[in-house]
């Protein structure tokens, strides 16, 4: 079992800047590929950021250039650092976990870009 908590959501102003994380409590984080999605009202959940074990990453084409994903497996930690944010960035932001193949989510935190 993985659990993950997500932190770090609010309000933002466009162009601004936020950086999420999401905290996982296993003892296995290092194998974990993890990754970022995001679900607007009306919309379907969508990936955002991803990285794997190795520190491979990929992104989704409406943030490349923006945001980026990073890990501190010491801390079983993964980031989102948001930048240049924009109101179609407004959304529920959730991290995913992938361990052995089997998929674990947190239960999002809430993001809002507006002025």
């Known amino acids: 079992q993985v659990q993950l908590v997500e932190s770090g959501g609010g309000l933002v102003q466009p162009g601004g800047s936020l950086r999420l994380s999401c905290a996982a409590r296993t003892n296995i984080f290092s194998t974990a590929t993890m990754g970022w999605y995001r679900q607007a009202p009306g919309n379907q959940r969508e990936l955002v950021a991803q990285i794997t074990s190795s520190g491979s990453t990929n992104y989704g084409d409406s943030v490349k250039g923006r945001f980026t994903i990073s890990r501190d497996n010491a801390k079983t930690t993964v980031y989102l650092q948001m930048n240049s944010s924009k109101p179609e960035d407004t959304a529920v932001y959730y991290c995913?976990?992938?361990?052995?193949?089997?998929?674990?989510w947190g239960r999002g935190t809430q993001v809002t870009v507006s002025s």
């Open positions: 995913k976990a992938i361990v052995f193949g089997i998929q674990y």
